[in-house]
């Protein structure tokens, strides 16, 4: 079994520290545990219910039963959600593409920043900081700055000119940190420390609800659950929440099998992949190496035991892609009618990979627009 429980009788899930099992506190915002500095998860994921669904609403809030939020808190919106399905010949297969890069700021964090911003709303915030090398930025300051909060933005020296030039335009504070990924979540912790808010996309849960919506809408959309679903993972959130909306969706009794996930990752820093295949030894020798893939960069991603945990139960798996590769998969792609950023073209050479594996029908998720990248 999971670590996250999935009975169908939880409706409204619970959060709780990982190490010490502390329930989530009812004021502020703490991004770690206040207890022992363990870090924040859902203990019990919010279930699935079809006759909850709003099926007069548009985009992700029509599941809000399943976001576990605060009654008080707003519904934040931009028009994230019900993001195109389209189907295409490719490698020898039907595949089905989702087109997260069509959200508001044009990417699939759009999903969860909707949900992180209404909590941040409900818990009385006025300020926040973040860290991103851009997606995230551009997301938070955009949801952040339409619901009347402060952002101010650490990003890395090496973010995309599109994506700083976003976040400035949203209205952010945008604070740029010369060297790798790491420093510059030590230069927003050092904020934090002086008493600014993290309103953190890889620390706060409150964004995996909904990734899940991806889930629910495939649901929709093929009237089945899909055979298999590859995406790209830095973090990995975007393939955990996934995860644990069909997982909600096999408990509500409402698709026969689990899909196989295939999380993509850039081989100049693949921890989740090495992990993955060759344990702690492969982790051992991942550096973080400078990639096109800027999005999935990420050295020490934290939700790696639940990642982990997720393909165990499903058989799911993990691959990298050579830099050489990159581009080539972005051209294919935009061959087929998609213009997306190099951190979405691995997955193309990751179905180059692993398609014979797969079973149908098979879902691409494109993650983030071209127009983002240089």
Not at 120 to 136: F, M, T
Request: charge should be negative; glycine fraction near 12%; include cysteine.
């Amino acid at each position: 079994m999971s670590q996250i429980e999935t009975k169908h009788e939880i409706v409204a899930g619970v959060i709780s520290c990982i190490k010490c099992h502390s329930p989530y506190p009812e004021q502020g915002v703490p991004h770690r545990c206040l207890t022992c500095n363990g870090l924040f998860d859902y203990t019990s994921w919010p279930a699935f219910e079809l006759s909850q669904v709003d099926q007069r609403g548009s985009g992700i809030w029509s599941y809000r039963h399943t976001f576990g939020l605060p009654v008080s808190a707003p519904s934040i919106t931009l028009g994230e959600g019900g993001t195109p399905l389209i189907w295409k010949n490719a490698l020898g297969r039907r595949v089905a593409f989702k087109l997260e890069f069509m959200n508001p700021t044009g990417s699939f964090k759009d999903r969860g920043t909707a949900l992180l911003v209404s909590f941040l709303l409900s818990r009385g915030v006025c300020r926040a900081v973040e860290d991103s090398s851009g997606n995230a930025g551009a997301s938070f300051a955009a949801y952040a700055i339409s619901a009347g909060l402060q952002a101010c933005i650490y990003i890395p020296g090496y973010t995309s000119g599109p994506k700083r030039t976003q976040i400035e335009a949203y209205g952010a504070q945008v604070i740029s940190i010369p060297g790798s990924r790491i420093n510059t979540t030590e230069a927003v912790l050092q904020s934090v420390g002086r008493g600014e808010i993290y309103a953190s996309h890889a620390y706060l849960p409150f964004i995996l609800p909904g990734f899940a919506t991806v889930a629910y809408e495939l649901l929709q959309e093929i009237g089945d659950g899909p055979g298999s679903v590859v995406a790209p993972a830095g973090q990995g959130g975007l393939l955990l929440g996934i995860g644990r909306g069909f997982l909600a969706l096999k408990s509500a009794g409402l698709i026969d099998r689990f899909p196989r996930l295939v999380g993509v990752q850039a081989l100049a820093c693949a921890p989740l992949w090495a992990e993955f295949h060759a344990g702690a030894v492969g982790l051992s020798q991942i550096t973080e190496g400078e990639t096109l893939a800027e999005g999935v960069r990420i050295k020490d991603p934290l939700r790696r035991e639940a990642i982990f945990q997720m393909l165990a139960d499903t058989g799911g798996l993990f691959t990298a892609v050579e830099e050489s590769k990159i581009l080539p998969g972005r051209d294919a792609l935009a061959h087929l009618g998609f213009y997306v950023e190099p951190t979405s073209a691995i997955v193309w050479n990751a179905l180059e990979q692993v398609i014979d594996d797969l079973p149908d029908p098979v879902i691409v998720v494109l993650t983030g627009s071209g127009l983002k990248a240089p």
